[in-house]
T-cell receptor, first 114, second 113 residues
Framework: NAGVTQTPKFQVLKTGQSMTLQCAQD?????MYWYRQDPGMGLRLIYY???????DKGEVPNGYNVSRLNKREFSLRLESAAPSQTSVYFC?????????????FGEGSWLTVV | GNSVTQMEGPVTLSEEAFLTINCTYT??????LFWYVQYPGEGLQLLLK?????DKGSNKGFEATYRKETTSFHLEKGSVQVSDSAVYFC????????????FGAGTILRVKS
C-alpha cells in the first residue's frame, strides 16, 4: 500500500550544490505535482505534470527543474541550492485534472540548505 | 487569483470540546473545496471534500459545508480527541485552473486531555 513514495526524507546541502528529489507513485495516476511547505504559508505549487510527457510551472518554479521520467516517476532538481530553498517538499499525484479529483501526498522531504 | 484564508492558530481545546476552524475562499470559477490534515512528521491526508455548493463533506466525525453565498467551508467536529491534534489545511481547486490545489496557511490544533 505504498501510494506516493519520495526520497530522500532528509537532506542537508551546502549553498551551490545540486540534488534531485525522487518521487514515484503506484496508483496509475496521470497527474503529478511538487509542492513546497513553508511556515505560515501553506503549500505552494512548484511544478506539475498533467500527464506523462508534459510539465508546467506552478506558483514558485524559480530555481527548480522537473522531469516526468515515465507515468510513475516525477523528479525535482535543484541545480544550485540556495538557503531560500530550505523547506519541506511534497510530491503528490492524482488520477486526473478535474477539480473533484483527490490529490494524494507523499510523506515529505526535509531539505536544509546551509 | 484564487486564494484561501483560514483562521490563525494554534487552536487549543480540551478533549470533547467543539471544534470550528474557519475557512473562506476567493475563486474565479466554481472550485472544489478540501480539508487536508497533517499529523506530526507525516504528509497530508485528505480529510473531506465537497465539489459543489451546499454539498457537505464528512469523515471521522469532521464536517464542512460548501457555502457559495458566504464563500466559506468551515471545518467542525462535535467532540475532539487528543488524537485529532494536527495541522489542518483548507484548499481549493478550480476547474479553470486544472487540478492544482491552492492552500490556506494551515491551522495548528492542539487537544489537551
Amino acid at each position: 500500500n505504498a501510494g506516493v513514495t519520495q526520497t530522500p526524507k532528509f537532506q542537508v546541502l551546502k549553498t551551490g550544490q545540486s540534488m534531485t528529489l525522487q518521487c514515484a507513485q503506484d496508483m496509475n495516476h496521470n497527474s503529478m505535482y511538487w509542492y513546497r511547505q513553508d511556515p505560515g504559508m501553506g503549500l505552494r505549487l512548484i511544478y506539475y505534470s498533467a500527464s506523462e510527457g508534459t510539465t508546467d510551472k506552478g506558483e514558485v518554479p524559480n530555481g527548480y527543474n522537473v522531469s516526468r521520467l515515465n507515468k510513475r516517476e516525477f523528479s525535482l532538481r535543484l541545480e544550485s541550492a540556495a538557503p531560500s530553498q530550505t523547506s519541506v517538499y511534497f510530491c503528490a499525484s492524482s488520477l486526473g485534472q478535474g477539480g473533484g479529483n483527490t490529490i494524494y501526498f507523499g510523506e515529505g522531504s526535509w531539505l536544509t540548505v546551509v | 487569483g484564487n486564494s484561501v484564508t483560514q483562521m490563525e492558530g494554534p487552536v487549543t481545546l480540551s478533549e470533547e470540546a467543539f471544534l470550528t476552524i474557519n475557512c473562506t475562499y476567493t475563486a474565479t470559477g466554481y472550485p472544489s473545496l478540501f480539508w487536508y490534515v497533517q499529523y506530526p512528521g507525516e504528509g497530508l491526508q485528505l480529510l473531506l471534500k465537497a465539489t459543489k455548493a451546499d454539498d457537505k463533506g464528512s469523515n471521522k466525525g469532521f464536517e464542512a459545508t460548501y457555502r457559495k453565498e458566504t464563500t466559506s467551508f468551515h471545518l467542525e467536529k462535535g467532540s475532539v480527541q487528543v488524537s485529532d491534534s494536527a495541522v489542518y489545511f483548507c484548499a481549493l481547486s478550480d476547474q479553470g485552473y486544472g487540478n492544482k490545489l491552492v492552500f490556506g496557511a494551515g491551522t495548528i490544533l492542539r487537544v489537551k486531555s
